[in-house]
């Protein structure tokens, strides 16, 4: 009776294979925490940008509002006037038209008189309780609430509510320049203030944050104007 020898083989990992899969392994985790970083990154650059918009809108909807508290006072029906200020002299009153140089005789949006009347700009500051006019705004500081994402839910969490502000100056700036000119050169100083009145208001908005992430710890100011031009009303609610 013959007998036979059966090998059965398995198959194994090889030494090679097992040091490239270690190596990997390896490559994998050394990148692990650059990873985290740089997505915790590209977090808080997303909730910066989400500020910076924030603070943006809030700079739009200030612009909406009454250039003086004048215009909202004087009962001129839905054309506010131009109020006399102590800006440039070649902005004032053409008495023969009650209306500036180069304005058309016919406008009735861009006068001077108000049922027989003229109206003074105001000092920057809130009249009353109400927010209704452009520099009701001056000092005001709130917190911009930021937003992320859930993941896989479709909700929003509230991450920022604490550490982000947004900060309001609006001030008089300098209208001087040479108006006698066919060509007009002015340069709007974003950061200058003009004593008493003029016919430029200068409304600064801050954003501002004490989170502990450096890409948030940022002081971003935008600027804008509004001008004594009397203008139609808008429609709009009114703060508290």
């Not at 390896?26 to 692990?32: C, Q, Y």
């Not at 105001?122 to 705004?137: L, N, P, Q, V, Y």
């Not at 320049?177 to 950061?191: G, H, V």
Request: charged share 15%; glycine share 6%.
């Amino acid at each position: 009776m013959g007998s036979s020898l059966h090998k059965h083989c398995r198959k194994a990992i090889a030494m090679v294979e097992l040091i490239v899969a270690i190596v990997v392994m390896g490559i994998v985790l050394l990148s692990a925490p650059m990873l985290i970083s740089t997505a915790s990154q590209s977090t808080s650059v997303a909730l910066q940008q989400e500020g910076i918009n924030e603070a943006s809108a809030r700079i739009n909807m200030i612009l909406t509002y009454d250039w003086d508290e004048n215009n909202i006072n004087v009962p001129c029906g839905s054309t506010p006037s131009i109020l006399v200020t102590a800006g440039d002299d070649e902005l004032n009153e053409v008495p023969s038209t009650q209306t500036r140089l180069g304005v058309p005789l016919n406008s009735k949006s861009h006068t001077f008189n108000c049922n027989g009347n003229e109206y003074n700009a105001t000092a920057i500051g809130k009249e009353g309780t109400d927010i209704d006019d452009i520099d009701d705004f001056n000092n005001v500081t709130l917190q911009a609430t930021l937003k992320d994402v859930k993941l896989g839910t479709g909700g929003t969490d509230y991450i920022e509510q604490t550490t982000v502000n947004i900060a309001t100056n609006v001030t008089y700036s300098s209208d001087g320049a040479d108006y006698t000119q066919q060509t007009i050169q002015y340069d709007f100083n974003p950061t200058g203030s003009a004593p008493g009145t003029t016919n430029i208001k200068r409304i600064s908005v801050a954003l501002t944050s004490s989170h502990s992430a450096k890409e948030l710890q940022k002081n971003i100011v935008m600027h804008a104007f509004a001008c004594n031009l009397g203008s139609y009303s808008y429609a709009r609610s009114v703060l508290p």
